[in-house]
């Protein structure tokens, strides 16, 4: 069966557990895959594509400190031999 033109294929990412679940205790486990396009729509500066909005800063609303241990690992192609 072909899938209909309306759905998009589904694209695996890698998200930390605490953190999906985080989001989607703020905006509803629903709503989290329309904030990932409508952000990606903006980034690639789509005509009309608008940032999307956060939830006011409440006390439940906002996160917790990321630990110090964590690391974000930003991986950049070498350019040719010698480079880097």
């Known amino acids: 069966m ?3 033109e309306t759905h998009t294929t589904a694209r695996p990412v890698r998200i930390p557990q605490e953190d999906w ?3 989607g205790a703020l905006v509803g486990d629903r709503e989290r895959s329309r ?3 409508e952000f990606i729509a903006w980034y690639l500066r ?3 594509a608008t940032l999307p909005k956060r939830p006011e800063v409440t ?4 996160p917790a ?3 110090r241990n964590r690391k974000v690992v930003v991986r950049r192609k070498k350019n040719g031999p010698g480079s880097g």
């Open 2 to 4: 072909a899938p209909k």
């Open 21 to 23: 679940d985080d989001f």
């Open 35 to 37: 904030l990932v396009r």
């Open 46 to 48: 789509r005509p009309k």
């Open 59 to 62: 006390e439940e609303a906002t």
């Open 65 to 67: 400190p990321m630990p």
